[in-house]
Structures are given as C-alpha cells and as structure tokens.
C-alpha cells in the first residue's frame, strides 16, 4: 500500500515560509535544495515531509511557476515499476521523471490523476519522512 509522506507547496520565498512552520507548528528543517527544477527548504514532523519550493520553469511547476499553491503530494511505494503499471491502469498518467539515478533518495515519477492533479510516487522516500 502507498504511505502518503510528502506533500509540496509552491512558494516564492522558501527559507521564509520554511522558518514560519518550524516558528508556528514545530517542525525541523531538515533538508535543502537548489537544482535546475526549483529551490526550496524540506520541513518534517518525523513522518511527513513538507517540500517548500521555488520553481525556476512553468515546465516544472506544471504551471505557471510564479504560482502560490499547493503543487502537488508523493506517496512512498513498494515497487515503484508495479506501482506505476497500476497507476496507469486506473486512469492516470505519466507526466514526468526527476532526472536522477533511480538510487538517488530524490528520485520520484510524477503522474497526473485523472483530475490533473500532480502526484508522484517513490520507493526511496524523501528526507524527513518515515516509512
């Protein structure tokens, strides 16, 4: 079964939202980012990683990437090959890949719901959460 344990939000300055829910809700900052995709703060409570990201192209964000929203949620899979056939046999779709090693803890596949909505599966987890 999936876990949910990521969810992003599309911000315009992370290291500040970041401080306003470590401030207001308790959580840790426990990662950092900066590649060509977006730069952002990771925030956890122990099981859930919160990704506040800044995105550098539309292409990436899956919209316009100046946006302020809730981009999209990652769910922590078993098999992710397994997991991807299921996806798609139920109506969703394939919309992207981070371009990294399938070892690497950042890799994730991205797929739409049938909605549209961006979510994206991983079977290494992302810093912060717990499986």
Do not use: C
């Not at 956890?44 to 946006?67: H, I, M, P």
């Not at 599966?121 to 717990?130: C, K, P, Q, R, T």
């Amino acid at each position: 079964m999936a876990k949910l344990r990521h969810v992003a939000i599309q911000v315009q300055d992370h290291a500040t939202a970041a401080q306003f829910y470590v401030d207001a809700l308790g959580m840790e900052i426990v990662g950092q980012t900066d590649s060509p995709l977006a730069s952002g703060t990771y925030v956890s409570d122990g099981t859930v990683t919160l990704a506040l990201l800044q995105y550098k192209a539309d292409e990436w964000a899956g919209r316009n990437k100046d946006d302020i929203a809730i981009n999209h949620i990652g769910f922590w899979v078993d098999d992710l090959d397994e997991q991807s056939d299921l996806i798609k046999k139920n109506g969703g779709t394939f919309f992207k890949e981070l371009p990294l090693s399938k070892d690497s803890l950042y890799y994730e596949m991205k797929f739409l719901d049938p909605n549209g909505i961006i979510f994206d599966v991983s079977h290494n987890g992302w810093v912060g959460a717990s499986k």
